[in-house]
């Protein structure tokens, strides 16, 4: 190529050279702060807290495949466990309880989906979590684009005694693709 210069170690220094030039002459005039007195400490990071070791029992899977929750396609489905005030349900919709956990289940067979499941939600009673959102998706990789997960997930959470009422999320939360449950604390 006949306009390339290939770049020499002296060019690179009579650049660098060139440059320092300019950077002093543009701060000829400059005139230091004067100094305040003032010392400044730079902030160590904290140091993490090791979390304890505990083993975990082994988590039991107690979920039927064969109980199913009526679901009908294309509407926004919901279950309020019996005895619970209908209020709860449309507090659940409006978000009146701040989501403190999330379960993607994207892309798991049934089986690991209904495992992971039941290890969340044994987790979440460990901690007291009161809201959780579990994303099992719209179905639109899956064969005929039908959602596998959603009716499952629907009839594994009414099984749980622990769930007090679930809801289809909002847009922005995942909207048919995920849904809000309410779990019950215990004291």
Not at 83 to 109: C, F, S, Y
């Amino acid at each position: 190529m006949a306009g390339d210069k290939k770049k020499t170690p002296s060019s690179d220094t009579e650049n660098s050279d060139e440059d320092s030039a300019l950077f002093r002459e543009a701060m000829r005039d400059v005139i230091p702060l004067p100094s305040s007195g003032r010392v400044t400490h730079r902030r160590r990071a904290p140091k993490p807290i090791p979390r304890p070791i505990v083993e975990t029992p082994i988590t039991q899977d107690t979920l039927s495949d064969h109980i199913s929750l009526e679901i009908q396609e294309g509407s926004e489905w919901s279950y309020l466990r019996p005895g619970i005030p209908r209020q709860t349900l449309r507090k659940l919709r409006r978000g009146h309880w701040k989501i403190q956990a999330e379960l993607d289940l994207h892309g798991m067979t049934r089986d690991q989906a209904r495992y992971a499941l039941v290890a969340f939600l044994d987790e979440c009673g460990k901690y007291k979590v009161r809201c959780v959102c579990i994303i099992h998706g719209r179905g639109l990789s899956s064969k005929n684009q039908e959602p596998v997960l959603k009716s499952r997930i629907g009839s594994w959470l009414a099984q749980r005694d622990d769930v007090l009422a679930f809801c289809q999320a909002n847009p922005e939360q995942g909207g048919s693709g995920a849904v809000l449950v309410l779990l019950k604390v215990s004291a």
